[in-house]
């Protein structure tokens, strides 16, 4: 991304975009969410204040920390979603770029059918993520494993289905379907838990998915060509073969 400075620019909107709109729900949540779980938790009123306070106050954190989840995890989804033609382009760049023979597959589809399998698609990853999500957040209430194993389970999950968000660019691009994408990601786990959750932990941080996404979806797009066995021209082989050294 540091030598295509002007997709970059491009690749930034959307993510503001969407930053926008999740900081306004996650506000709102942190101001009203305690309201919610006392409504949600009527059975705790003839309880004495002080259980009754903690035991809402648990799960108002526990809420929060649900949703902090669940916006890494659809994040993705809604900025792809809303920038698709921006990194639609930025993904076709990086193909060519890297491919041999300098060119990069196309779907040749029109972009109101392109925008329909996205967002399918996404909201059929949604769901399965938000399945993890319930299970994991039970699976919080265990002692001591609740709060330590489960988080980490947690974040190789969101970097699962965060993965397969950001390659889907490049594979929806190529004609490859959701179910035959997950079929590939499942092949190579320890690649995609190695870009995809220290990707999700960095969107944690306030801010830092908005950088991070144009330069997710261009080494996404390294990890799709990877994944379909394509040939990828790296840098130090293209310096080899301008010296006229045969690698």
Do not use: C
Request: aromatic share 12%; hydrophobic share 55%; no cysteine.
């Amino acid at each position: 991304m540091a030598r295509h400075g002007k997709q970059y620019g491009f690749g930034l909107l959307p993510g503001l975009i969407t930053l926008v709109l999740y900081a306004a729900a996650l506000v709102a949540l942190a101001l009203w969410g305690q309201d919610v779980v006392t409504w949600a938790t009527p059975f705790a009123d003839d309880w004495s204040d002080t259980w009754a306070g903690l035991f809402r106050g648990f799960l108002t954190v526990v809420l929060f920390a649900l949703a902090l989840l669940l916006s890494v995890l659809t994040f993705t989804a809604v900025t792809l979603l809303v920038g698709q033609p921006f990194y639609e382009s930025l993904s076709e760049k990086v193909d060519r770029d890297v491919s041999p023979d300098g060119t990069a597959p196309e779907s040749n589809l029109p972009l109101w059918r392109e925008l329909w399998i996205s967002g399918r698609d996404s909201l059929r990853i949604v769901l399965r993520a938000l399945v993890w999500g319930v299970l994991l957040f039970a699976l919080g209430f265990i002692p001591v494993a609740g709060q330590t194993v489960v988080p980490v389970i947690g974040f190789f999950v969101t970097g699962f289905f965060l993965t397969e968000e950001l390659a889907a660019v490049a594979l929806q691009r190529r004609g490859v379907e959701l179910r035959e994408r997950l079929r590939l990601l499942r092949s190579r786990r320890m690649l995609v838990w190695g870009f995809g959750t220290p990707l999700a932990v960095a969107f944690l941080v306030p801010f830092v998915a908005v950088f991070l996404m144009p330069g997710a979806v261009a080494g996404a797009t390294l990890m799709a060509r990877e994944l379909l066995g394509e040939e990828t021209v790296g840098d130090g082989a293209e310096e080899t073969e301008q010296e006229g050294v045969t690698p």
